[in-house]
Antibody, heavy 119, light 114 residues
Framework: EVQLVESGGGLVQPGGSLRLSCAASGFTFSDYWMHWVRQGPGNGLMWVSRINSDGTTTNYADSVKGRFTISRDNAKNTLYLQMNSLRVEDSAVYYC????????????WGQGTLVTVSS | DIVMTQSPDSLAVSLGERATINCKSSQSVLYSSKNKNYLAWYQQKPGQPPKLLIYWASTRDSGVPDRFSGSGSGTDFTLTISSLQAEDVAVYYCLQYYSTPPWTFGQGTKVEIK
């Protein structure tokens, strides 16, 4: 069974940092591109970042470029999102999701981890 | 960036009746050489992550009831629930995965029981 479990969320002050993790199981993690998507309180979904299967290619939404870094450790089956210079507007539930090449889109999602940026 | 616009923002439908949600993209998401529309539909219930319903605009994901169907091509797409059930109350999102990057979602459509 495919499982994605996020962790690392919490309360942080503006300007602070957090590192989110996403532990994957039930599939060959190193074969898949992985994504982060966030959802602000009462808001819709926003794509944040993606990384290719071997970690050599990354992309970011303009609103997080230069502040967030996506990475992965295929030996540990874990995806990361390092978030620096956090802003109030970064407050959201952060989901990791798997992209399947046959489906094209994101087929499995974790339950999410809540990040709150507030003083 | 490709802008995805859903309509309506919300709708109330009687049990057993049809629900129709539209999604319009600001540019075509049809990859002509592959003849595929890079458009997916998701269902999200409160406190849960999004669940994939439809990909390539019209292909139902495994286990999705056949009352859910997707149609359209290019810039205009539709998600139809042919006979609304109580468990279908949720927010529905379209997603374009044509651009590299960013991928963009519609703003969501809330479906309720009338």
């Amino acid at each position: 069974e495919v499982q994605l479990v996020e962790s690392g969320g919490g309360l942080v002050q503006p300007g602070g940092s957090l590192r989110l993790s996403c532990a994957a199981s039930g599939f060959t993690f190193s074969d898949y591109w992985m994504h982060w998507v966030r959802q602000g309180p009462g808001n819709g979904l926003m794509w944040v970042s993606r990384i290719n299967s071997d970690g050599t290619t990354t992309n970011y939404a303009d609103s997080v470029k230069g502040r967030f870094t996506i990475s992965r450790d295929n030996a540990k089956n874990t995806l990361y999102l390092q978030m620096n210079s956090l802003r109030v507007e970064d407050s959201a539930v952060y989901y990791c999701a798997r992209r399947d090449v046959i489906v094209g889109a994101l087929d499995y999602w974790g339950q999410g981890t809540l990040v709150t940026v507030s003083s | 960036d490709i802008v995805m616009t859903q309509s309506p923002d919300s709708l109330a439908v009687s049990l057993g009746e049809r629900a129709t949600i539209n999604c319009k993209s600001s540019q075509s998401v049809l990859y002509s050489s592959k003849n595929k529309n890079y458009l997916a539909w998701y269902q999200q219930k409160p406190g849960q992550p999004p669940k994939l319903l439809i990909y390539w605009a019209s292909t139902r994901d495994s286990g999705v009831p056949d009352r859910f169907s997707g149609s359209g091509s290019g810039t205009d797409f539709t998600l139809t629930i042919s006979s609304l059930q109580a468990e279908d109350v949720a927010v529905y999102y379209c997603l374009q995965y044509y651009s590299t990057p960013p991928w963009t979602f519609g703003q969501g459509t809330k479906v309720e029981i009338k």
